[in-house]
T-cell receptor, first 114, second 112 residues
């Protein structure tokens, strides 16, 4: 069955520190992978996506993610966190042709200390 | 380019009532999906419509239904509301359904 695991429910980092949010997936084929961010009471904003090709993808707001097929992972990174990055982050697989739906992880809530 | 618009943003309903939520996709997008977000269950897929046809449906009871109009706007309806239906309902649109989706800000439904 397809699934996405975000092992860290909460992460706290200091402003200016580096960040890595973990994401592992289970999928029968090469998945489409996404990271979304959600601020309180808001919808989801796409940070970046991986369809194929270069396994290191760049996104908005200085985020990047690396697809590692051997580890079934798609971890999100940022070299220097800003206070405005405090939000909830969701990793997702899909939608791929025939499914037309995303499968989301449970999310990681990021807190940034001043 | 306008984003995905969901109306209303907030709703309070009583148990047993029914509710209709609306979603206007990005211009040119023909696929509209709906998700329910709750603290306990996270984000769960409800259904996806493309060119007025439901192509995929999640594991929700028949009280949850939807439709899509010829202009790609979509509505979802929940009948006989239960307390557990309280959630943030998110709509997402994409060009064909198998590319990245763009989400609206959601409708916060509270059932009392």
């Amino acid at each position: 069955a397809q699934s996405v695991t975000q092992p860290d429910i909460h992460i706290t980092v200091s402003e200016g520190a580096s960040l890595e949010l973990r994401c592992n997936y289970s999928y029968g084929a090469t998945p489409y992978l996404f990271w979304y961010v959600q601020s309180p009471g808001q919808g989801l904003q796409l940070l970046l996506k991986y369809f194929s090709g270069d396994t290191l993808v760049q996104g908005i707001k200085g985020f990047e993610a690396e697809f590692k097929r051997s580890q079934s992972s798609f971890n999100l990174r940022k070299p220097s966190v800003h206070w405005s990055d405090a939000a909830e982050y969701f990793c997702a697989v899909g939608p791929t042709s025939g499914t037309y739906k995303y499968i989301f992880g449970t999310g990681t809530r990021l807190k940034v200390l001043a | 380019k306008a984003g995905v618009t969901q109306t209303p943003r907030y709703l309070i309903k009583t148990r047993g009532q029914q509710v209709t939520l609306s979603c206007s996709p990005i211009s040119g997008h023909r696929s509209v999906s709906w998700y329910q977000q709750t603290p306990g269950q996270g984000l769960q897929f409800l259904f996806e419509y493309f060119s007025e046809t439901q192509r995929n449906k999640g594991n929700f009871p028949g009280r949850f239904s939807g439709r899509q109009f010829s202009n790609s706007r979509s509505e979802m309806n929940v009948s006989t509301l239960e307390l557990g239906d309280s959630a943030l309902y998110l709509c997402a649109s994409s060009t064909t359904g198998d590319t990245e989706a763009f989400f609206g800000q959601g409708t916060r439904l509270t059932v009392v």
